[in-house]
């Protein structure tokens, strides 16, 4: 929503339906063209026209290391060649267990390799009701595949 009020083409999705009925709704009452969709991060299909950016709040840190990898190449044919996938995620620096999977950022390069190219890994933070968590701020570029065999 906050991109397409900047006027850019922009589509949301979710796998649970509730959250997209409540965007639609909200994007409704905004007067915002947004799309919003129910879909399986992990089995998207390749869109008419791939996208160049995908924003990912909270989402990759719920992923076992299976659906990593299946997330990475799911996501990889709805992004463009050079398209940048930015990933917001709960790091290793927020103290205690509650919250979701902490993730380190040797585990972000190791998912994100071949072919893809981490260009940065910030210290960034979730602002939620109870106050902060300490997260890591990724942006991720799709290359060509070096070995398309591989
Ligand atoms: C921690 S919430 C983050 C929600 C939102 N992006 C935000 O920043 O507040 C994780 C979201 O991922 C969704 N989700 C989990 N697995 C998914 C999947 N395989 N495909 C699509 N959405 C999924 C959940 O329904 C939930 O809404």
């Keep these: 929503m906050y991109l397409a009020a900047r006027?850019?083409?922009a589509a949301?999705?979710?796998g649970a339906p509730t959250a997209i009925k409540k965007a639609r709704a909200?994007?409704?009452r905004r007067g915002l063209t947004a799309q919003f969709d129910v879909a399986d991060a992990l089995n998207l299909s390749m869109p008419k026209?791939?996208?160049d950016t995908v924003i990912d709040s909270g989402l990759f840190h719920v992923f076992s290391d299976e659906d990593r990898a299946r997330f990475s190449d799911s996501l990889a044919r709805v992004i463009r060649l050079d398209g940048t996938y930015f990933l917001m995620c709960f790091s290793d620096q927020q103290p205690g267990v509650w919250g979701p999977r902490r993730v380190t950022q040797a585990e972000i390069r190791s998912v994100f390799s071949d072919p893809w190219?981490?260009?940065?890994?910030k210290a960034s933070s979730f602002e939620m009701n109870e106050g902060h968590a300490h997260a890591w701020l990724a942006s991720i570029s799709r290359l060509a595949r070096a070995n398309p065999n591989g």
Excluded: E, L, P, S
């Design 117 to 121: 190219r981490v260009n940065y890994i």
């Design 26 to 28: 909200k994007a409704k």
């Design 7 to 9: 006027g850019f083409a």
């Design 49 to 51: 026209q791939q996208f």
């Design 12 to 14: 949301g999705i979710d």
